[in-house]
Protein backbone atom coordinates (compact mmCIF):
# COMPACT_ATOMS: atom_id res chain seq x y z
CA UNK A 1 0.00 0.00 0.00
CA UNK A 2 1.26 3.59 0.13
CA UNK A 3 1.10 5.70 2.85
CA UNK A 4 2.05 9.30 2.80
CA UNK A 5 2.42 11.73 5.48
CA UNK A 6 2.46 15.63 5.89
CA UNK A 7 1.54 18.18 8.28
CA UNK A 8 -2.19 19.24 7.90
CA UNK A 9 -1.28 22.87 9.29
CA UNK A 10 1.60 25.58 9.06
CA UNK A 11 1.31 28.84 10.04
CA UNK A 12 4.53 31.42 9.10
CA UNK A 13 5.11 34.81 8.96
CA UNK A 14 5.50 36.98 6.25
CA UNK A 15 9.05 37.09 4.85
CA UNK A 16 10.24 34.04 6.49
CA UNK A 17 11.39 30.54 5.93
CA UNK A 18 9.02 27.87 6.14
CA UNK A 19 10.09 23.99 5.56
CA UNK A 20 7.33 21.66 4.70
CA UNK A 21 7.99 18.03 5.36
CA UNK A 22 6.54 14.12 3.36
CA UNK A 23 7.68 11.40 4.42
CA UNK A 24 6.40 8.57 2.21
CA UNK A 25 6.01 4.60 2.72
CA UNK A 26 5.29 3.02 -0.85
CA UNK A 27 5.75 0.11 -2.76
CA UNK A 28 8.19 0.95 -6.16
CA UNK A 29 8.99 4.49 -6.56
CA UNK A 30 9.91 6.48 -9.33
CA UNK A 31 9.96 10.07 -8.34
CA UNK A 32 8.08 12.66 -5.87
CA UNK A 33 6.29 15.80 -6.89
CA UNK A 34 5.05 18.73 -5.19
CA UNK A 35 2.09 20.91 -6.07
CA UNK A 36 0.58 24.06 -4.80
CA UNK A 37 -3.08 24.30 -4.54
CA UNK A 38 -4.97 27.73 -3.61
CA UNK A 39 -8.34 27.52 -2.06
CA UNK A 40 -11.04 26.33 -4.58
CA UNK A 41 -8.11 26.41 -7.41
CA UNK A 42 -6.16 23.67 -9.44
CA UNK A 43 -3.09 22.07 -7.90
CA UNK A 44 -0.27 23.48 -10.23
CA UNK A 45 3.24 21.90 -10.52
CA UNK A 46 6.05 22.96 -8.46
CA UNK A 47 8.69 20.68 -8.31
CA UNK A 48 9.86 16.91 -9.28
CA UNK A 49 12.80 15.03 -7.48
CA UNK A 50 13.73 11.73 -8.56
CA UNK A 51 17.01 11.86 -7.41
CA UNK A 52 18.66 12.51 -3.80
CA UNK A 53 19.36 16.29 -2.75
CA UNK A 54 18.06 19.63 -2.84
CA UNK A 55 16.46 21.26 -6.17
CA UNK A 56 16.44 25.18 -6.28
CA UNK A 57 13.99 27.03 -7.93
CA UNK A 58 13.57 30.36 -7.25
CA UNK A 59 12.07 31.32 -3.85
CA UNK A 60 11.33 27.08 -3.74
CA UNK A 61 13.49 23.98 -3.16
CA UNK A 62 12.68 20.63 -2.81
CA UNK A 63 14.60 17.83 -1.14
CA UNK A 64 14.33 14.11 -1.81
CA UNK A 65 16.00 11.48 0.48
CA UNK A 66 15.36 7.94 -0.96
CA UNK A 67 17.16 5.92 1.69
CA UNK A 68 14.41 7.57 4.28
CA UNK A 69 11.81 8.12 2.55
CA UNK A 70 11.48 11.87 3.12
CA UNK A 71 10.97 14.88 1.45
CA UNK A 72 10.66 18.74 2.30
CA UNK A 73 9.36 21.77 0.44
CA UNK A 74 11.52 25.30 1.47
CA UNK A 75 10.17 28.93 0.75
CA UNK A 76 12.21 31.26 1.13
CA UNK A 77 10.83 35.05 1.25
CA UNK A 78 7.61 34.39 2.56
CA UNK A 79 4.62 36.58 0.80
CA UNK A 80 0.91 36.72 1.83
CA UNK A 81 0.30 35.02 -1.88
CA UNK A 82 1.85 31.90 -0.97
CA UNK A 83 -0.70 30.79 1.73
CA UNK A 84 -1.91 27.95 -0.17
CA UNK A 85 -2.12 24.27 0.35
CA UNK A 86 1.19 22.62 -0.12
CA UNK A 87 0.54 18.46 -2.37
CA UNK A 88 3.38 15.96 -1.47
CA UNK A 89 2.74 13.24 -4.48
CA UNK A 90 4.44 10.28 -4.94
CA UNK A 91 4.95 8.47 -8.09
CA UNK A 92 5.15 4.59 -7.66
CA UNK A 93 5.76 2.33 -10.72
CA UNK A 94 2.24 2.74 -12.38
CA UNK A 95 0.36 5.84 -14.08
CA UNK A 96 -1.13 7.39 -10.98
CA UNK A 97 0.20 9.60 -8.22
CA UNK A 98 -0.82 9.38 -4.79
CA UNK A 99 -1.31 12.58 -3.05
CA UNK A 100 -1.01 13.33 0.67
CA UNK A 101 -3.41 14.93 2.19
CA UNK A 102 -1.96 18.42 2.09
CA UNK A 103 -0.07 20.98 4.14
CA UNK A 104 -2.16 24.24 4.75
CA UNK A 105 0.36 26.95 5.12
CA UNK A 106 -1.33 30.38 6.53
CA UNK A 107 1.15 33.16 5.64
CA UNK A 108 0.85 36.18 8.47
CA UNK A 109 1.78 39.98 8.49
CA UNK B 1 -2.57 28.67 -24.11
CA UNK B 2 -5.81 27.71 -22.72
CA UNK B 3 -4.58 24.96 -19.91
CA UNK B 4 -7.34 22.06 -18.75
CA UNK B 5 -11.25 23.33 -18.52
CA UNK B 6 -13.59 22.13 -16.47
CA UNK B 7 -17.19 22.27 -16.82
CA UNK B 8 -19.06 23.15 -14.85
CA UNK B 9 -17.43 24.99 -12.26
CA UNK B 10 -20.26 24.03 -9.57
CA UNK B 11 -23.14 20.92 -10.53
CA UNK B 12 -25.69 20.79 -7.95
CA UNK B 13 -27.55 17.08 -8.26
CA UNK B 14 -30.42 15.44 -6.02
CA UNK B 15 -29.56 11.94 -4.93
CA UNK B 16 -30.58 9.28 -7.92
CA UNK B 17 -30.09 11.78 -10.80
CA UNK B 18 -26.96 11.95 -13.46
CA UNK B 19 -23.79 13.73 -13.24
CA UNK B 20 -21.94 14.46 -16.08
CA UNK B 21 -18.87 16.42 -15.82
CA UNK B 22 -16.97 17.63 -18.55
CA UNK B 23 -12.80 18.19 -18.67
CA UNK B 24 -10.27 19.18 -22.25
CA UNK B 25 -7.54 18.81 -21.60
CA UNK B 26 -4.74 21.20 -22.70
CA UNK B 27 -4.22 21.35 -26.32
CA UNK B 28 -1.91 19.23 -27.53
CA UNK B 29 -2.25 16.76 -24.65
CA UNK B 30 -3.54 12.89 -25.67
CA UNK B 31 -3.73 11.59 -21.32
CA UNK B 32 -6.05 12.59 -19.04
CA UNK B 33 -6.73 11.59 -15.19
CA UNK B 34 -9.28 12.20 -13.22
CA UNK B 35 -8.91 12.67 -9.27
CA UNK B 36 -11.36 12.95 -6.56
CA UNK B 37 -10.93 15.35 -3.66
CA UNK B 38 -13.20 14.90 -0.37
CA UNK B 39 -12.80 17.77 2.33
CA UNK B 40 -9.76 17.42 4.44
CA UNK B 41 -8.44 14.52 2.39
CA UNK B 42 -5.61 14.31 -0.31
CA UNK B 43 -6.42 13.71 -4.60
CA UNK B 44 -7.82 10.54 -4.89
CA UNK B 45 -6.25 8.61 -8.30
CA UNK B 46 -9.62 7.44 -10.11
CA UNK B 47 -8.85 6.99 -13.56
CA UNK B 48 -6.22 7.31 -16.32
CA UNK B 49 -7.39 7.28 -20.29
CA UNK B 50 -5.93 8.33 -23.51
CA UNK B 51 -8.14 8.99 -26.89
CA UNK B 52 -10.81 6.09 -26.98
CA UNK B 53 -9.25 4.09 -24.53
CA UNK B 54 -9.35 3.21 -20.58
CA UNK B 55 -5.95 2.70 -19.87
CA UNK B 56 -6.17 2.51 -15.85
CA UNK B 57 -9.33 2.73 -13.98
CA UNK B 58 -8.78 0.97 -10.65
CA UNK B 59 -9.61 3.96 -9.05
CA UNK B 60 -12.63 4.03 -9.86
CA UNK B 61 -15.75 2.29 -8.10
CA UNK B 62 -16.96 -0.41 -10.07
CA UNK B 63 -20.90 0.92 -9.99
CA UNK B 64 -21.88 4.02 -11.33
CA UNK B 65 -18.97 5.50 -12.14
CA UNK B 66 -17.77 5.95 -16.24
CA UNK B 67 -15.62 7.67 -18.35
CA UNK B 68 -14.83 8.15 -21.94
CA UNK B 69 -11.98 10.15 -23.81
CA UNK B 70 -13.89 9.70 -27.16
CA UNK B 71 -11.85 10.60 -30.16
CA UNK B 72 -13.24 14.35 -30.53
CA UNK B 73 -14.52 16.23 -27.84
CA UNK B 74 -13.93 16.38 -23.98
CA UNK B 75 -13.55 13.76 -21.33
CA UNK B 76 -16.62 13.21 -19.44
CA UNK B 77 -16.99 11.46 -16.37
CA UNK B 78 -20.15 9.81 -15.97
CA UNK B 79 -22.05 9.33 -11.91
CA UNK B 80 -25.45 7.48 -12.56
CA UNK B 81 -27.60 7.58 -9.80
CA UNK B 82 -25.46 9.87 -7.93
CA UNK B 83 -26.05 9.16 -3.74
CA UNK B 84 -24.63 12.06 -0.80
CA UNK B 85 -21.64 10.01 -0.86
CA UNK B 86 -20.58 11.09 -4.18
CA UNK B 87 -20.71 14.87 -3.12
CA UNK B 88 -16.82 16.00 -3.41
CA UNK B 89 -14.37 18.00 -6.29
CA UNK B 90 -13.80 16.10 -9.28
CA UNK B 91 -10.50 16.75 -10.63
CA UNK B 92 -9.28 16.34 -14.32
CA UNK B 93 -5.33 17.18 -15.15
CA UNK B 94 -3.99 16.19 -18.99
CA UNK B 95 -0.31 15.72 -19.77
CA UNK B 96 1.36 15.21 -22.90
CA UNK B 97 2.77 11.88 -22.80
CA UNK B 98 2.07 8.92 -20.33
CA UNK B 99 2.78 9.34 -16.81
CA UNK B 100 6.05 8.55 -15.91
CA UNK B 101 9.66 10.24 -15.61
CA UNK B 102 8.77 14.10 -14.61
CA UNK B 103 5.66 14.09 -16.58
CA UNK B 104 3.83 16.51 -14.86
CA UNK B 105 0.17 16.96 -14.83
CA UNK B 106 -1.71 19.78 -15.40
CA UNK B 107 -4.91 20.07 -13.43
CA UNK B 108 -8.19 21.77 -14.00
CA UNK B 109 -9.93 23.69 -11.37
CA UNK B 110 -12.05 21.11 -10.47
CA UNK B 111 -16.00 20.77 -10.40
CA UNK B 112 -17.66 20.52 -7.12
CA UNK B 113 -20.57 18.16 -6.77
CA UNK B 114 -22.53 18.46 -4.18
CA UNK B 115 -25.33 16.05 -4.02
CA UNK B 116 -28.61 16.71 -1.72
Known amino acids: GQNIDQPTEMTATEGAIVQINCTYQTSGFNGLFWYQQHAGEAPTFLSY????GLEEKGRFSSFLSRSKGYSYLLLKELQMKDSASYLC??????????FGKGTKLSVIP | NAGVMQNPRHLVRRRGQEARLRCSPV?????VYWYRQLPEEGLKFMVY????????ESGMPKERFSAEFPKEGPSILRIQQVVRGDSAAYFC??????????????FGSGTQLSVL
Open chain 1, 89 to 98: AVEAGSYQLT
Open chain 2, 93 to 106: ASSRNGQGGNEKLF
Open chain 2, 27 to 31: KGHSH
Open chain 1, 49 to 52: NVLD
Open chain 2, 49 to 56: LQKENIID
